[in-house]
């Protein structure tokens, strides 16, 4: 994919929408027009992205797609059966919220008074975010955290005075398995 | 050995074993239009490219390989597109190369430019814009791959002009490396013991069989499948012929304008048996009220068919060529006597089919001439394995309704797309695909003038296909949805039975040209028309205007209020 970065619904307040979205991640070959086919096809299918963002993996042939989907608009599994017939497409795995680390990066730009100015930078502090830049009159925050925290942290932004947020849509990954491999397994029960 | 990659394409054509492209050069695809010229593959120069694309999805019907077809860029690229649209939806496999403006200019709306790969993406199963002379062999393999194996679909490979140029050292790739890409061939072993088990306790089962059968070449295994268990089958428009007509168990089309007992059985079904079907609202009526007491065993290799439209009890990704034996083989297992089991059921058939046959009444006097009977008189006279293809609206449904299909591929038509004008350049297709063979095509008045130039094609490159224009003066699907849901308020539907002159025209085209007024003057037509073999024929078959298409179940409305004629029609 030639292209890395993000869509989300503008002004995004993901909050209440969390049961109706879905959050898929899409590994794909790292080719051009990839994104434009997964774009397409929910579009000529009449499924809704809610938020999606891509990058290049670890491995840069390859890219993970991140697609938080609105299921009420297609069943999921037709969804992801459409996607697996791209040929770009490697592997599809739904990422359920309670066994994922999500991640989403917030950054705004607030008009501040000398008042306010002490108090934003304390929310900031208490959110574990960071102030990135410093106008005569404004600053901009950043954040990184779940979806959720967020929302929250745009809902407590929202007093004052907001010159822009941007948000760039989530990442997932699997939570990682925690137990302990089970060594003496028996080798006759075959696993199918 | 250097080549450069026009010569490469060619080459790599050769590979794959192409033997006829359809196709029309332009400014982008020039460079490969040279090497062309030395290369043993046939070239068919078509009148405009949508014919070329139809040709080549003609000939892939009738053959099972891929069919090929070469553009030029821009205008022309977008003139194939309907073809794409049309073989994407009922799986055929295309192969389809477009010239590109070179690759410095793409993007700044150069002559002839059209982003092709981005108007094709939902349209092609895949496409590949070439940017470099290096990738044609290994593109032009994975082409030919993706198009004919798992779901057979169109692809299409856009080559800009300074690609064609470049030099590259010429290698042909051993294999195909396409990770994302593996289809399921092999069905679910427990899927298909769970189906046969299903099979062997029905009591009203009914095997419902679509395109894939064809596509799948598992019109022997069907075959052995149904006879085994004595189950009736319906076809659908796309899979006329997978299961011959003349079969006692096979009950004919289902859907909008199915036969009363094809249509009635699945309604009363406890078990359709799908096998390369997908549930087509032209099939399903409304699907709420579709088949409502019956389980369902879905066998598909596109796993994104399996609950698209309904829920299969059962559902099984694979091929069928490899999944009918198998579960064959699972039925036999269960030494179970099927056959036995479903007398009642197939009793109840035969009533229905002896008490709601297709019907149609010729007059004696010969006028007006009924379309069914000019069907029926060509089918009489022509061989069995005739091929026959149609284009879209009446006629077609009346082509699938009175020819008896008893050969796999010998029904070309466009189900999915519903595309007016495929008649004439798909016929071409066929004919150059299976040249042993007649090929008639059973055209509408409305949708020969939009592809009919194809004739010149034909004479040209000495393909005789025969026409049947069956000329209604109207567009008469759509006179007949007037007629019946409009309040007869006819809008825009009447095309003049003589204007064009068909005759004139069709000689104009170096084809012989025949008109029929009545019913006595048809044999006679088509005894002519049976003689000439150098030559493209057409017969202008003057047919009674006001003649519908029955039985029929009115859109939105479900199966059960199937209206079987129009007797019935009017006094509803
Ligand atoms: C390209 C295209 N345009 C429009 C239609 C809509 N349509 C379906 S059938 C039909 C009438 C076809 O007329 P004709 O070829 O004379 O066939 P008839 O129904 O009279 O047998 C039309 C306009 C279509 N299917 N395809
Ligand atoms: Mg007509």
Redesign the interface.
């Known amino acids: 994919m030639t292209f890395s970065g993000s869509v989300v619904p503008m002004g995004g307040n993901g909050a209440n929408g969390a049961a109706k979205h879905h959050v898929l991640s899409v590994l ?2 790292n080719k ?2 990839v994104l ?2 997964i774009a ?2 929910f579009s ?1 299918r009449g499924y809704n992205i809610y938020s999606l963002s891509v990058a290049p993996t670890e491995d840069d042939r390859f890219s993970r797609v991140t697609i938080v989907v609105d299921v009420e608009s297609a ?1 999921l ?2 969804i992801t ?2 996607l ?7 592997k599809i795995s739904e990422i359920n919220a309670s066994q994922a680390v999500e991640y989403e990066l917030l950054l705004g730009s607030i008009s501040t008074s000398s008042e306010s100015r002490s108090e934003i930078i304390e929310l900031v502090r208490i959110f574990d975010g960071k102030i990135v830049d410093v106008g005569f009159d404004k600053l901009t925050v950043m954040l990184a955290g779940s979806p959720k925290t967020l929302d929250d942290f745009e809902a407590l932004l929202a007093v004052y005075p907001i010159v822009e947020i941007q948000r760039t849509g989530r990442v997932a990954l699997q939570k990682l398995d925690r137990s302990a491999p089970t060594r003496a397994r028996s080798k006759s029960g075959k696993a199918s | 050995m250097q080549l450069t990659g026009a010569q490469a394409l060619i080459k790599s054509l050769e590979m794959e074993q192409v033997e006829v492209i359809f196709g029309l050069p332009g400014g982008a695809i020039l460079p490969v239009y040279d090497p062309l010229l030395d290369s043993t593959i046939r070239h068919i120069l078509v009148r405009h490219e949508q014919g070329a694309g139809h040709a080549a999805e003609g000939y892939a019907h009738v053959t099972g390989r891929p069919g090929v077809a070469m553009v030029t860029s821009g205008p022309a690229a977008t003139n194939i597109v309907t073809a794409l649209a049309d073989a994407y939806m009922d799986s055929i496999p295309l192969v389809v190369i477009t010239g590109q403006v070179g690759t410095t200019l793409i993007g700044t709306d150069a002559f002839q430019e059209a982003d092709t790969t981005g108007i094709t993406m939902s349209v092609t199963k895949h496409n590949w814009l070439v940017t470099d002379a290096s990738q044609i062999p290994t593109v032009v393999r994975e082409a030919f791959h993706v198009a004919t194996t798992g779901r057979p679909g169109p692809v299409l490979i856009d080559l800009p002009k300074d690609v064609s140029n470049q030099l590259m050292e010429w290698y042909w790739p051993e294999s195909v490396d396409l990770p994302g890409y593996k289809p399921t061939l092999k069905g679910h072993p427990k899927m298909i013991q769970e189906a046969a088990k299903l099979i062997s306790k029905a009591l009203r089962p009914v095997l419902y069989v679509g395109g894939g059968v064809l596509r799948a070449d598992a019109t022997k295994e069907l075959l052995t499948l149904a006879e085994h268990c004595g189950i009736p089958v319906v076809t659908t428009l796309m899979a006329r012929g997978a299961f011959p007509d003349d079969n006692p168990l096979c009950l004919g089309m289902p859907g909008m304008h199915g036969n009363y007992t094809a249509v009635t059985s699945m309604q009363k079904s406890d078990l359709l048996i799908t096998l390369g079907a997908r549930f087509d609202d032209r099939v399903t009526g409304n699907v709420a009220g579709f088949a409502p007491y019956a389980k369902v065993i879905h066998v598909d290799i596109d796993p994104a068919e399996l609950g698209k439209i309904r829920n299969p009890d059962v559902p099984i990704v694979g091929d069928l060529k490899l999944v009918i034996p198998e579960l064959t083989k699972e039925i036999k297992k269960l030494k179970v006597d099927i056959k036995a089991q479903l007398e009642p059921w197939i009793a109840e058939l035969a009533t229905w089919r002896e008490k709601f046959p297709l019907t149609y009444q010729q007059d004696p006097s010969g006028r007006p001439l009924k379309p069914q009977y000019v069907i029926e008189r060509l089918r009489q006279m022509a061989p069995p394995d005739t091929i026959v293809v149609s284009g879209v609206g009446q006629h077609q449904m009346w082509a699938s309704q009175f020819w008896k299909f008893n050969h796999p591929n010998t029904w070309v038509n466009s189900g999915g797309l519903g595309t007016m004008g495929f008649a004439v350049p798909a016929a071409l297709g066929a004919k150059v695909g299976r040249p042993d063979k007649v090929v008639w095509a059973i055209d509408g008045d409305g949708c020969f003038q939009m592809t009919a130039q194809e004739l010149v094609t034909a004479t040209a490159e000495r393909i005789p296909i025969k026409v049947a224009i069956l000329n209604n003066a109207y567009l008469g699907m759509v006179r007949q949805w007037q007629e019946m849901f409009y309040d007869q308020r006819y809008s825009e539907v009447y095309l003049s039975p003589d204007l064009p002159d068909y005759v004139k025209w069709a000689e104009a085209m170096g084809c012989v040209g025949i008109r029929v007024d009545s019913a006595d003057e048809v044999q006679v037509a088509i005894e002519k028309a049976n003689s000439i073999n150098d030559r493209p024929v057409v017969i202008d078959f003057r047919t009674d205007t006001w003649e519908k298409v029955f039985p029929m179940v009115p859109a939105g409305k479900t199966n059960d209020e199937i209206v079987i004629g129009p007797q019935e029609m009017e006094k509803k």
């Open positions: 794909v070959e051009s027009g434009a086919r397409q096809l000529r069943p599994e037709q059966k459409q697996h017939k791209l040929i770009n497409v490697l």
